[in-house]
Each structure stands twice: as C-alpha cells, then as structure tokens.
C-alpha cells in the first residue's frame, strides 16, 4: 500500500492548481467528444456522402484547422491564454450545433472548415499555458497526465458515441457542445491569464516578437525539421478517424464495433500511460521516438489483413502501444525547443502540423484506397512510420544541443530581465541564433588587456550545458 501511495504521490503530486483546473476542463472535453470519431460513419450513412466526399469533408476541418493553430498561436502571444481559449471553446460550441443541422455538402463541408478553425485554435493556447505554469522538471509528468485524461475521456466517449450514435445522431453534436461549453465555464471561474509579464508588457521587446515572432518559427530549420517528422507521424495515425471506420464498414461491422475497438486505444492508454515516465526516463529521446514510429507502422501496417473485429482491435493494441511511447517524449520536447518570448506561435506551427495531417490524411487516404485499393493505404502507412523512425535518429542530436542552448540563453536572461545573455531584445535574439548554422567547438579564451578583464578570465568557464543543469534547479 505505501508502495502504491507513493507512487500515486510521485505521479500527480507537486502540480500547481492551474494545470488540475487545465486538467478537468480536458477531461470534461474529451468525454464528449464524439464527432470527429464518428463523423465518417455519419457522413457515409446518415447523409449518404461517398469516400471521397467525406475524406473532403474531413480535409476541411483540417483546413479549417490550419487557420485556427496559425491565429489561436499569435492570439495566445499578443492577446493571451485566457481570452483565446474562452473564445475558441465557446466558437466551437456553436459551430458543433451548426454542423449537426446541417445537410447539403457545401454546408457540412463549410461547418466542418469553421468547427476546426475554433476548435484547433485552443491547441497553442492550452500548450502554452501549461509550460506557462508547470516546471520544466515536472512537464513529463503534467504531459502524461494531461494525455492520460485525453484517453480516459476518449475511451468513454468512442463507447458512448456508438451507442448516440444508434439512437439519434444529432445527439452527438449536442453533448459534444455541451461539453465543450462545460469546458470553457471552467477556464472562465477558475483560471487566471498565465502568459509572461515580460511578453505581456508593451515595449520594444513585444514588438519586435510582434513582428518576429513567426518568421522566428519558418526560419527555425532544427524546430521545422521536428515539425515535418510530426506531419508523416499524424499522417498515418489519423486514419483510425477517417480511413479505419470506413474499411470496417465495408466489412460489414457495425458502428458500436468501430466504437468498442477504437476505445481499446483510449483503455490502454488509461491502463498503462502513467507507468511510461519512469519506462523512457533517462533513455535518449529520440531512440524513443524511433521505436514509436516503427510500432506505429507495423501496427497500421498489418490492418492491411485485418477483416474481422478482433484483428482490427490487434491492429489498434500495437499502434497504441507506439503512441504511449512517442506522446510524452513528443510533447516535452516540443516545450523545451519552443523559446518563451514566442511561446504560443511555436505551439501552433507545432499543431499545425496536426492540421494539415487532417486535411491531407482523409483525403489522400480516400483517393489511395480507391485508386489502389485498402491494402495499399495501410502499406504506406507501414513504409512511412519507417521514414520516421530513420529520420528521428538522424536528427535527435541537433534538437538535443538546440534545447541545451536555449535552457543556457533562459537561465541568462533570468538572471538580466529585459536582456538576453547578448544585451539584445529576447524576440530578436531568438531570430539571431535560429538563422546561424551549428555553432563549432568554442575556441581557446583569447588574450585579455584590461585587468577586470584579466580577473574574470582566471575564473572557470561556464559551458551552455552547466548553465543548463543551473537552470532546471532553479526552476
């Protein structure tokens, strides 16, 4: 009993108040989330649309999407977490009860555009917020503990919905809302604005991350690489939501078969997700993030054979096992390589990869499948979790001497608010270092003339690493 207690102490305890109230509203969410898991199934029967018209559907809300991370990340800088997240739930709110009403294509497809426009727009704020609030030390455990009511809610909800679902289909769109609004009640009583009172300040600094904040991001060629590996990954895994459903149907499984399936992806997160931390700890990312691409594809890969409910639901068991692996060494890595003066717009070029993945997955998916047949689209996704894999051992080591520079420039400008560790504006030193190649091996201490000079080069010289272990102490 102490032994489970102190684990129970070791995974949850320490996290401020912020982060539980981030964690509800989550858990709230995803317990009514049942649209995007069945809106193939309801577009292909209730409304009669073909693959093709409902991957295109779907690609909407992708696009739609893409437009919400870019603007949710730049609002989350300039406007704040609070007032863009409330603003994004309440938004999606309407337009969840607005797509259910909806019949012809082109007013499913423009509802679908506009949900995932609001609805993606609260990704880079809630990202932000909770690097705003948790240190860097506890992040692992606050990301999976975050991902582990993700998965809660999802395995209830996928249950739900496909019973909703056999009732009434305007019934998912209204609890789905419902929720929703729950969520956003919940940020509106409990939770105070978290950005930095040095981004929040008017200034020159503010302005100049204003200004470059975002060409900051496309010009950050080790961050962008990390962005694409995370766009192949998100385009094999979001065929369970478009590609999967369809192919069940097809073979003559029910609905509630598809629901009962996919909630083993959200029962086995919720089993073992809290157990991964101690599992990866200490082992270099991006081995980690390798063997999770690897798994994925030969967990998507072998749905290529599946035509029955229990190979389906074998299929999804090995490829959850991939995502428990790559979640949690993902999103802790995407909060160490994202600056704080631009904190948000990073976590939307981040979740933008996620978008554009549900825009190009349902559709290239649907064409693949027809022009090709099923076979082939789940090959693919096996061949592409293996570019993967590759490509993150390739360039693990580059991100990894990136988060070591950017822990050592934080503990600098820390220590001299308002400056970074080279007298300029945080927003255009972050520009400055991401457009200069790989910095060589620091060169011997040259000659000094002054005395103070002369006094301050007989003391040891302090590495970026050693900064870096002086800043997660002090965090």
Same mark, same amino acid.
């Given at each position: 009993?102490?032994?489970?207690?102190?684990?129970?102490?070791?995974?949850?305890? %320490?996290?401020?108040?912020?982060?539980? $109230?981030?964690?509800?509203?989550?858990?709230? !969410?995803?317990?009514?989330?049942?649209?995007?898991?069945?809106?193939?199934? $309801?577009?292909? &029967?209730?409304?009669?649309?073909?693959? *093709?018209?409902?991957?295109?559907?779907?690609?909407?809300?992708?696009?739609?999407?893409?437009?919400?991370?870019?603007?949710?990340?730049?609002?989350?800088?300039?406007?704040?977490?609070?007032?863009?997240?409330? &603003?994004?739930?309440?938004?999606?709110?309407?337009?969840?009860?607005?797509?259910?009403?909806?019949?012809? =294509?082109?007013? *499913?497809?423009?509802?679908?555009?506009?949900?995932?426009?609001?609805?993606?727009?609260?990704?880079?704020?809630?990202?932000?917020?909770?690097?705003?609030?948790?240190? +860097?030390?506890?992040?692992?455990?606050?990301?999976?503990?975050? $991902?582990?009511?993700?998965?809660?809610?999802?395995?209830?909800?996928?249950?739900?919905?496909?019973?909703?679902?056999?009732?009434? $289909?305007?019934?998912?769109?209204?609890?789905?809302?419902?929720? &929703?609004?729950?969520?956003?009640?919940?940020?509106?009583?409990?939770?105070?604005?978290?950005?930095?009172?040095?981004?929040?300040? #008017?200034?020159? @600094?503010?302005?100049?991350?204003?200004?470059?904040?975002?060409?900051?991001?496309?010009?950050?060629?080790?961050?962008?690489?990390?962005?694409?590996? !995370?766009?192949? &990954?998100?385009? *094999?895994?979001?065929?369970?939501?478009?590609?999967?459903?369809?192919?069940?149907?097809?073979?003559?499984?029910?609905?509630?078969t598809y629901g009962s399936v996919i909630a083993l992806n959200g029962v086995m997160i919720v089993v073992g997700q809290l157990f991964i931390p101690r599992l990866i700890r200490g082992r270099s990312r991006s081995h980690v993030l390798a063997l999770a691409a690897v798994i994925f594809g030969v967990g998507f890969g072998l749905t290529a054979v599946a035509d029955n409910a229990w190979l389906y639901a074998l299929t999804v068991v090995i490829w959850t096992l991939g995502e428990m692996?790559?979640?949690?060494?993902?999103?802790?890595?995407?909060? +160490?390589?994202?600056?704080?003066?631009?904190?948000?717009?990073?976590?939307?070029?981040? #979740?933008?990869?996620? #978008? *554009?993945?549900?825009?190009?997955?349902?559709?290239?998916?649907?064409?693949?499948?027809?022009?090709?047949?099923?076979?082939?689209?789940?090959?693919?996704?096996?061949?592409?979790?293996?570019?993967?894999?590759?490509?993150?051992?390739? #360039?693990?080591?580059?991100?990894?001497?990136?988060?070591?520079?950017?822990?050592?420039?934080?503990?600098?400008?820390?220590?001299?608010?308002?400056?970074?560790?080279?007298?300029?504006?945080?927003?255009?030193?972050?520009?400055?270092?991401?457009?200069?190649?790989?910095?060589?091996?620091?060169?011997?201490?040259?000659?000094?003339?002054?005395?103070?000079? @002369? %006094?301050?080069?007989? @003391?040891?010289?302090?590495?970026?690493?050693? =900064?870096?272990?002086?800043?997660?102490?002090?965090?």
């Amino acid at each position: 009993m102490r032994t489970v207690r102190g684990w129970f102490r070791d995974t949850t305890g %320490g996290l401020p108040a912020t982060f539980w $109230y981030l964690w509800t509203g989550t858990l709230i !969410n995803r317990l009514g989330s049942f649209i995007l898991v069945f809106l193939a199934i $309801y577009l292909t &029967t209730a409304r009669g649309f073909s693959a *093709v018209q409902a991957g295109l559907v779907i690609g909407m809300w992708g696009a739609g999407g893409a437009v919400g991370t870019m603007l949710g990340g730049v609002l989350a800088d300039r406007w704040g977490r609070r007032p863009t997240l409330l &603003t994004a739930h309440v938004g999606a709110a309407a337009m969840m009860l607005a797509l259910g009403f909806a019949e012809r =294509l082109w007013l *499913v497809a423009t509802g679908a555009l506009l949900l995932g426009a609001f609805a993606e727009a609260a990704r880079p704020a809630f990202s932000a917020m909770m690097i705003d609030v948790v240190p +860097e030390r506890d992040r692992l455990r606050a990301f999976t503990l975050n $991902y582990w009511a993700i998965n809660l809610g999802f395995a209830c909800a996928a249950v739900l919905a496909g019973l909703a679902a056999e009732l009434d $289909y305007l019934l998912l769109f209204v609890v789905d809302a419902t929720t &929703t609004l729950l969520t956003a009640a919940i940020i509106f009583l409990k939770i105070r604005e978290t950005r930095p009172a040095r981004a929040a300040r #008017s200034g020159k @600094a503010t302005d100049t991350a204003d200004r470059g904040g975002l060409r900051a991001v496309f010009t950050d060629r080790v961050f962008l690489g990390f962005v694409v590996l !995370n766009l192949l &990954t998100a385009l *094999v895994f979001l065929q369970h939501i478009s590609m999967l459903p369809i192919a069940m149907g097809e073979d003559r499984l029910p609905a509630s078969t598809y629901g009962s399936v996919i909630a083993l992806n959200g029962v086995m997160i919720v089993v073992g997700q809290l157990f991964i931390p101690r599992l990866i700890r200490g082992r270099s990312r991006s081995h980690v993030l390798a063997l999770a691409a690897v798994i994925f594809g030969v967990g998507f890969g072998l749905t290529a054979v599946a035509d029955n409910a229990w190979l389906y639901a074998l299929t999804v068991v090995i490829w959850t096992l991939g995502e428990m692996l790559n979640s949690p060494s993902n999103s802790t890595l995407i909060a +160490e390589l994202s600056p704080a003066a631009v904190r948000g717009r990073y976590q939307g070029v981040m #979740s933008l990869s996620w #978008s *554009v993945a549900g825009f190009l997955a349902p559709i290239a998916g649907g064409f693949l499948r027809d022009g090709a047949g099923d076979s082939a689209l789940w090959l693919a996704c096996g061949a592409i979790g293996v570019v993967v894999a590759v490509g993150q051992l390739m #360039s693990g080591p580059a991100r990894e001497r990136r988060v070591t520079e950017l822990r050592a420039e934080a503990l600098a400008t820390a220590l001299n608010p308002g400056r970074d560790s080279a007298g300029l504006d945080p927003a255009a030193h972050i520009q400055q270092k991401i457009a200069q190649p790989e910095p060589a091996r620091p060169a011997q201490t040259a000659a000094v003339t002054s005395p103070a000079a @002369a %006094g301050a080069a007989t @003391a040891p010289t302090r590495t970026p690493a050693e =900064l870096a272990g002086d800043l997660s102490r002090v965090g």
